[in-house]
């Protein structure tokens, strides 16, 4: 198949490589193939989309195909995971340039299929169509086994801040392939695709989480949407942060302060939650406090300066 | 608002335009503003995506947005009535080029929230980022309120086949825009939203059906893939149809066979269906026969010549 393209295979050719072999989880009974997928859901249903688009989250030449395969599920599962709810199955929607190779494709499934496994979600459908440049939207579905999900409206005043992944890897590794560099390695790759803290959304919610979110805009701007939905202050308190050994050196050879990419960095799906004192899991990492100031975040009790993180329309 | 674009609103300020006011069904408990819907099933949950791109499903200039907001949910919705299934709610991935106007988002949301109105979904979420080109992708969640899904794969020798729906009209209308003509009018506006016969996959469900299918591709490609399914030969008799009026005027005037527009004209999302004999519902047309002759679609007794319907990376 080398040197093959899409547009060559045609899309249900390329359809059937992707679907080839997949395994179905056992509350799947109609897998991809037919008009729609059926399985069993354990508890509500809990469903969010995220949409990847070439030119603005990502560029071919910085995310291989593999890694944005992984990276696509990642963002989509993190939201199931803010929710405190299980994985059950995700649907994926493609649009790509008819030129593109069919090994690009065959990277980008490997790289759904892994994180799949690695989240427990099984691979539900999808869409093939024709685009001028790569989009993935990914359509996530889990179940609350009966759960209350952890909304974002729930965080009280004495509730302690704190969060479990990583902040500012995905920022630091864009600062530096935006400079022309491949290290440090850790943050490049971080940046191609996030390590979502599987199991830490339901973690949080059997240890009494009162609110989360994941930080896919930046920490200070989604704890704004805990703060604001849970008419809250949050108070960050940047002392109780260890940078990590990557994040320094990126800071050191960029000029930047280490704790910007940690408070406004987006794409590295930690969760953050709000906790009742005393019942913060120990895998999770106290950043602050709730009070009963106005609505809104604070860093080390002042205004961030800044804008605290992305909005896709405002650069 | 006149003149406001995208770019300037920014994001969280047009998805607060789009979900304000917005119902929510009784079976959902969380509807947009979180990190996830949360909502109950009915039974088994179904499930599909589709993508819409513009230049490649659409022209801005051919399809004014509400008409697309109503397209993108109704060619998704109609896979949940090809699984004799019940709708239940959807949700939207948009990316959209910075400086679309507002009152065009505006439009798109009204057309959307139109059309979950006709089929009985709720709008769940979603996702708004930025791209060069419009890209809208729909999924759609069902229950099966414990029923046995209609698959492609149950076609038996002996039943007969039927449509419901309209077959051929969006062809037509694009085969009218195409040559910079705005009528028959009823052609061009079945080109920009489908009118999918909502609560006749039920219909035919509750009837016996043994396969059924959305005609998304054109007739004889979607009822090709009932037939490699099932492993059986269906036959079309072309003496079976009715002829509508505009489709008779737009053959007239482009020189086409409107049977070419009935046969392989995709996009209109009736639904196909094969039932045992004498089960037929009676607002469905019978058209043809299954047999036992090699797997494949017969028109009239011999293979159709032609294509036969659509794939995205073949034109």
Known sequence: ???????????????????????????????????????????????????????????????????????????????????????????????????????????????????????????????????????????VLGETRGAQPVLRSGARVGDVVAFRGRLGWSAGGLAVLSRGFRSPRALVEAYQSPQVPYGAGAEARLAGATSMIDVSDGLVADLGHIASESEVCIDIDTGRFDIPDPLHAVAAATGADPMHFILTGGEDHALVATFPLGSVPPEWQVIGVVTDGEAGVLVDGAPHSGAGGWDHFRR
Not at 41 to 49: D, K, L, P
Not at 57 to 76: C, S, T
Not at 102 to 120: H, N, P, Q, T, Y
């Open 1 to 139: 198949m080398d040197g093959e393209t899409v547009g060559k295979l045609g899309e249900f050719g390329v359809i059937g490589r992707i679907t080839k072999g997949l395994p179905l989880a056992p509350a799947v009974s109609v897998g991809p193939g037919d008009d729609a997928a059926v399985f069993l859901v354990n508890g509500s249903s809990v469903t969010s989309v995220d949409m990847l688009v070439e030119g603005v989250h990502f560029r071919r030449d910085w995310v291989p195909a593999e890694a944005l395969g992984r990276r696509a599920v990642a963002v989509a599962a993190a939201d199931i995971e803010a929710m405190g709810a299980y994985q059950l199955g995700l649907l994926v929607g493609l649009s790509v340039p008819e030129d593109i190779p069919v090994s690009w494709i065959d990277d980008l499934a490997k790289g759904i299929r892994a994180e799949c496994d690695a989240s427990g979600a099984a691979l539900l459908g999808g869409d093939l169509t024709r685009s001028k440049d790569v989009v993935i939207s990914v359509t």
